[in-house]
């Protein structure tokens, strides 16, 4: 299986940008769906980016688009989330997730996770 390692978290003002990055091993990475979870406190996980293998298409939940880029480099074992003007309420844990098969995006219900990276944004 798929090992993950998220990198990057930490304090931000508001209006702020943090990079993320989640860097896999143990299996090949390029055939992963991959994404980007977070949690807040008292919440549910929820998603917010997800990238295919192959084409590496994008999806983005609507409270981060225009905002937030996740893109991978296949090459480095990499999965990154780039995020810019950062709000409070994006303050959460973030997880990196693999699909729990090839070619499978990551779901709440069925992925490999990374052990998370605290993102706070400060008001």
């Known amino acids: 299986q798929v090992q993950l390692v998220e990198s990057g978290g930490g304090l931000v003002q508001a209006g702020g940008s943090l990079r993320l990055s989640c860097t896999a091993s143990g299996r090949a990475f390029s055939?992963?769906?991959m994404?980007?979870?977070r949690q807040a406190?008292?919440?549910e996980r929820e998603v917010v980016a997800t990238i295919t293998a192959g084409t590496g298409t994008t999806r983005y939940a609507d409270s981060v688009k225009g905002?937030?880029?996740i893109?991978?480099?296949n090459a480095k074992n990499t999965l990154y989330l780039q995020m810019n003007s950062l709000k409070p309420e994006d303050t959460a844990v973030y997880y990196c997730a693999a699909g729990a098969q090839y070619w499978q995006l990551p779901?709440?219900?069925s992925a490999y996770w990374g052990q998370g990276t605290q993102v706070?944004?400060?008001s």
Do not use: C, H, I, N
């Open 41 to 43: 406190p008292g919440k």
């Open 71 to 73: 893109s991978r480099d």
């Open 107 to 109: 779901s709440r219900q």
């Open 67 to 69: 905002r937030f880029t």
């Open 35 to 37: 994404g980007w979870f």
């Open 31 to 33: 055939p992963y769906g």
């Open 120 to 122: 706070t944004v400060s």
